[in-house]
């Protein structure tokens, strides 16, 4: 399984965010795309998804739309609901309530599963999605600056979580925490004069600093 971009260009508005560029990325691998806002990031994530469509070129991915799991900082969870009914809703019910609540308890405690999501706090809401993807287990993994709002610990269970769920699969990362992504991903991509280039990894931060200020 991969995702295959070829000869990429996209257009928003007057704006020319991707031009004739072309990248791929493996399955296998925890790829980290890296660029400053407003310069594409998101919008890769959309295209790959398919909510945003080229303006020319072939974006080909093997993942099925129903097997991809995409985690924006503006989470989509059903707030009237508790985070238990979100579980559920979201899984298909594919898991029992008490297997759900083992799996779940390294991120939110049985008692926060049963409060409704309006009460809970951009943490907690992002710890909700994450037990959602754990429990899914998709084929395409895309997150897009997922350690806003998480505490130390969640990041510690979400590198091993990350880690280990590569093998067969892809994930690919945005965000500008770096010290957390460098210990976890394989391969290294920035967005620079509209074109996805893939780059040697090394210090993320001496990397951005060298590309873009």
Known sequence: MEIDIQNLSFNFKTQNIFENTTVSFAEGKISFIMAPNGRGKTTLLKLILGSLHASQGLINNSAKNNDTYVLFDNLELYKNLTGMDNILFFTNFR?????????????????????????????????LSLIIWNLLEPSLTMMDEVTNGLDYESLNILKEDLIRSKNEKIILLTGHQFEFYEEIIDDLYVIKNKKILKVDKGGLKKIYESNFN
């Open 95 to 127: 898991y029992s309530k008490l297997t759900i609540k083992k799996r779940a308890q390294r991120y939110l405690s049985e008692e926060r599963l049963s409060k409704r999501v309006s009460t809970y706090s951009p943490g907690e809401g992002k710890r």
